[in-house]
């Protein structure tokens, strides 16, 4: 299994931005979709921002759309979440994770999970 590690994240006020890195380890990174997952404080793990393993295939939460970017770097083994106009909704434990089954949008179907990095948005 690829083994990811998270970084980027931080504290911000309303409206400013943060882009997040997911790095990864093994040589079969480019041959899995990837997703970016957020969890707050009482509530379940929502999907945000998928990839497929080409990069060629994007999708995200409707709350995000035109807001957060999500692309690859195949050379560095590395996935980015960029994070424009941020919300105090956006705060949350942002995760990283690869594709091992059929859905986009459901943490069920992804493993090799990361540690996850704190985005805290300020009102």
């Known amino acids: 299994q690829v083994q990811l590690v998270e970084s980027g994240g931080g504290l911000v006020q309303a409206g400013g931005s943060l882009r997040l890195s997911c790095a990864a380890s093994?040589?079969?990174?480019?041959?899995?979709?990837m997703a970016w997952f957020r969890q707050a404080p009482g509530k379940e793990r929502e999907f945000v921002a998928g990839i497929s393993s080409s990069g060629g295939r994007r999708y995200y939460v409707d709350s995000v759309k035109g807001r957060f970017t999500i692309s690859r770097d195949h050379d560095k083994n590395t996935v980015y979440l960029q994070m424009n106009s941020l919300k105090p909704e956006d705060t949350a434990a942002y995760y990283c994770?690869?594709?091992?089954?059929?859905?986009?949008?459901?943490?069920?179907?992804?493993?090799?999970w990361g540690q996850g990095t704190q985005v805290t948005v300020s009102s």
């Open positions: 093994g040589r079969t990174f480019s041959t899995y979709a």
């Open positions: 994770a690869v594709q091992y089954g059929s859905s986009w949008s459901t943490p069920a179907d992804y493993g090799s």
